[in-house]
Structures are given as C-alpha cells and as structure tokens.
C-alpha cells in the first residue's frame, strides 16, 4: 500500500466503527440524556490516558451547548478535588475497557455520594459498567491502528458518542444560535448574533437631502456620502430614500429631462427600518428578503440615527 492508501485505510476504519456505533444507541442512550437533562448541578466528565483526552473535549462541547460541564481527572480527586463534586451533579465515566484502575477507584467515592454514573465504555461486561446507572456501549470490531494496539477507531467513536449525547441535549433544551453566541461570544458568530445596529451604524455625516432637492444637487450629495444612497427628510421626518440604482433607472428613463426631476419623484416612501438594538443577524435577514444593501437606524420617534449597510455587517 502507498501512504496515501494508509491514510484512506485509517478513514475508512474510523468511518465503519462510527457506522457500528448506530446500534448501539438504545434506552441508555435516552436515559443518560435525561439524567443530564434533569440534572440539578454540573456534568462531571472523567477519564485517563486517551480517554481523558476525549472526555475534555466532550465536556468543552456539553458546556459550550448549555450543558454545565467540565472534566476532572479521577487522579486529581484523590487530592482534594472531590470537593468539586455534589449529589446533585452527574458524572460520565469514560474507560475503553471499563477496567482502568485509576478510574475503578474513583468509582466508589461517586456511589457513596449517590451521584449517578453514566458510563462509557467498550466492554459491557466491565466493572464500569456493572456500576454504571447506564451503560453506553462504544465497543468497536478493531482499531484503524495496524497493530489494533493504538486507540484510533474506540476514540472516534467514543468522541462521536459524546458528540451525540451533546446533540441530542440542544434539541430537547430548545437550543438556539442566540444561546450559542452566548457562550462564545468571542467567535466570528457570537459577534454577529451579539452586535446590533448601534455597534456597527454610521452617525456622521450622513447624506442628508430634501424630497424639493434637484437629483442634479442629490447626486453629489450621495456622491459625497459614500453609502450608495441619499435620506429624503423634512422637518426632521424621513420622507424616503434614494439609492444609485434609483438614479441610474431615473437618468435612463428621463436622459435629458433628468436634471428637472426632484427626488420626489423617484424616492421609496417606506425604506426599511430598524432599531439601535436591532441585532446584525437580523438586519442581514432583512437585506436578504428585501435585496436591499442598507438600512435606516431609528429611535421611537423615528427620528433617523444612522445608517447600516452590508459592508458593516461583514464582522
């Protein structure tokens, strides 16, 4: 085999193992979402060697998805960690073969404090899963490792699994992009579900005309203001909107005439509104139904306050 075949081998051992891993998913499954569900206090996830490695990660995708989550390790407990834990939290033990002995002597602590144990293992016969108030069977036929020695294909799949009991818990907690961009409110989502209008709107100098202006005069207003469009307003009330494309129908249907016309004549009366607190997410939603490439920022009064368009909406 070339290396490339080697790489193709690993993927597609890894791919069969998570299709094995479909079966398995029965009543446990339900009951351990539920246990997290209903669970009053944190998910405690715990394991060692690889299987921590994985556990961390399943706790970072159940506490970033609503979950109150986090790992510990089982050798850590045994010095003075276990204050961290209540009989209200819920613990996922994640052991391939449900014999690690770190972890088996961890296990007791967590049964005298009737916290429950959702276990994760390969081996359903385990001691991990004797004491397991569900057991979730993540046994694979052999690793993608040539050797079927290096934890490969009982990774993934247990990785999937979390991943899954991770899923399933966003749908029955109704969770939502606005909850996701709570918890990440640093990520390239997070700031385009937290930003609103106020953040991102332009205040000064904003191109300003009257519904009497001449389009000759308007055009070098909107020229000037660098949005692509001119605000019709009297007496402090938006009367309107124009924008280039407004201008560019206006002079191919009038041609010589155009310079006569007024922007009344070609403005839109009802232009698209929004408030400081509207959020990106939404104006975006409002461009795209509308085709528009900007909006009006209005207080209660709609008295106008800025503008956004789609350039500032690219965070």
């Not at 469009?229 to 280039?244: F, H, P, Q, S, Y």
């Amino acid at each position: 085999m070339t290396i490339r075949e080697y790489g193709i081998q690993c993927i597609k051992d890894e791919a069969q193992a998570l299709l094995e891993l479909i079966p398995k998913i029965d009543d446990n499954f339900e009951k351990a979402v539920d246990l997290m569900l209903n669970c009053k206090g944190k998910v405690i996830v715990t394991g060692v060697g690889k299987s921590g490695h994985i556990g961390a990660k399943i706790a970072a995708t159940l506490a970033s998805t609503g979950t109150p989550s986090f790992f510990i390790n089982p050798l850590d407990v045994y010095h003075g960690d276990l204050g961290v834990m209540t009989p209200d939290d819920v613990v996922v033990a994640i052991s391939n073969s449900g014999t690690t002995d770190e972890l088996l002597r961890f296990i007791p602590m967590v049964l005298h404090m009737q916290i429950p144990i959702i276990g994760l293992t390969g081996n359903s016969e385990s001691l991990l899963a004797k004491y397991s108030t569900c057991h979730l069977n993540v046994n694979v036929s052999h690793e993608a490792c040539p050797l079927n020695l290096a934890p490969t294909s009982s990774t993934t799949a247990t990785l999937a699994m979390g991943d899954a009991l991770a899923i399933a818990l966003m749908e029955k907690r109704n969770f939502r992009p606005q909850d996701f961009a709570h918890f990440h409110p640093g990520g390239e989502l997070g700031k385009r579900l937290l930003t609103t209008a106020q953040d991102v709107m332009r205040s000064d100098d904003l191109p300003m005309i009257t519904p009497e202006m001449h389009l000759g005069e308007a055009i070098i207003l909107v020229s000037k203001g660098k949005l692509g469009l001119g605000v019709a307003e009297k007496d402090g009330e938006i009367m309107g909107i124009i924008t280039d494309g407004d201008i560019r129908r206006a002079m191919e249907k009038w041609q010589a005439e155009f310079f006569n016309r007024t922007v009344n004549d070609i403005m839109t009366t009802n232009p698209k509104t929004v408030t400081p607190e509207t959020k990106i997410t939404e104006i975006q939603n409002i461009m795209h139904q509308y085709k528009i490439h900007s909006v009006l920022v209005v207080d209660k009064e709609r008295h106008l306050l800025g503008v956004v368009d789609s350039y500032s909406c690219m965070l």
